[in-house]
């Protein structure tokens, strides 16, 4: 978690978490003295408990807004778009509270008091929020970059990130060409090579150099580097950036080196330990509170097949450390869907999948069997999805390190699903192991419940359903 924690989009999102989490409370807190103040005695005794009260509502409407993902670094939306998700996010948050009312009796907060409470919470965080995205966006509040390099490896900086919201950590300010490079850069964001990078560090107030030749076997400029440091500059190796800043591995830059010492790969007993713990406390709870969900898919399958037709499906996956198993689902598609035994990439629209499956696929529904392989200990409740063994053996021939999405155990759900949409083809599978192998290498019980959390939204939205 510190080390999430050293990344910049991470601090000030969790900046913002914190300040708004503050702001729900007073909104309660508000409200409160607004619908009392004519009476001093109900005053007092709502106020009794007041901050336990405060808080719950805080929780509750912050779960709300991180499930619709508001807490997402890389979230692209008009602001028509982001009011609407904010107030769905309250809507589903007031009714959450609305049932933990009958849950915990002394938490209860009277009709009056919660309509005055999310009108004035939505109307504070939505102000809050916009005044603290125009912060974040000043060019003066962030960091100040250049790139040691301009030829292919860098150019991804300017083709791969180049939107508003992947660049709301850092402000390129120019490109330094390394020895013997073919430029590929626009030529406007060259920076004068006779001047040596401490003078341009001075120049410019550098913040950070990210070092991104394309062959450093022609000699870094290493005195250069050291000056810049005392300086107080940072230097960074571009795979580190691009993993920092985008929340993925960049493959086609990828040395083994980098993986062999770079931090991460944390698979000490302690935090194997934490982890299954958080897997079977979590699937529990979920199968505690979607029973009648899948009671009522059960019995849909069982009405739309008829008698005789198996209402589970069971599929060969690969597991952690490449061994198979077997995954449950319930069935989404024909008997006959692969009766030639050939496996093949589920498609927009696939006629195999039966009416009741392609509902069930859209909720994520037919995914809830696999709660049972995650008691087992076949996968985690959060980990890279399990792949059928016939597309792994030709994947691993094909890309590289895709056997090191195999190193920890599958899951539910996946960071990899949260930034990338439905993979049905080798482009896409290819695309999907960048963000695979930062949650391998990157894992930890904090990012598992954001993950966890914000899955939520891919399941309202229906995001990457086929």
Known sequence: M?????QPIVRWLTLMACCELLLLAASLNVATYIRFAPSPDDLAASTQTLTMRAVMFALVIFLGMAALGEYRSTLRMSWRGQMARHAIAFVFGGLALVVGYYVIPQAYVGRGVLGMALLIGLLATAAFRA?????????????????????QRAAQIHTRMRRRSDRRGFSLLGYVRGANETVLVPAELLLDPSETLAACARRLALDEIVVGVDDRRGGLPMDDLLACRQLGVKITDLTTFVEREAGRVQLTMLDPSWLVFSAGFNASPLALFVKRAFDIGASLTIAALFWPVM???????RLESGRGQPVFYRQERVGENGRPFWLYKFRSMRTDAEIDGVARWALSNDDRITRVGRICRKLRFDELPQLWNVVRGDMSIVGPRPERPQFVSD?????????LRHSIKPGLAGWAQLSYPYGASEEDAAEKLKYD??????????LDMVILIETVEVVLFGRGAR
């Open 2 to 6: 510190m080390r999430l924690l050293r």
């Open 131 to 151: 005044l603290f995205m125009r912060l974040v966006e000043l060019e003066a509040l962030k960091r100040r970059v250049i790139v040691l390099g301009a030829g």
């Open 295 to 301: 009671l009522g898919v059960a019995l849909a399958i």
């Open 395 to 403: 994947l691993e021939t094909k890309i590289r390190y895709y056997s």
């Open 437 to 446: 192998l930062f949650y391998v290498k990157n894992h930890n019980l904090f």
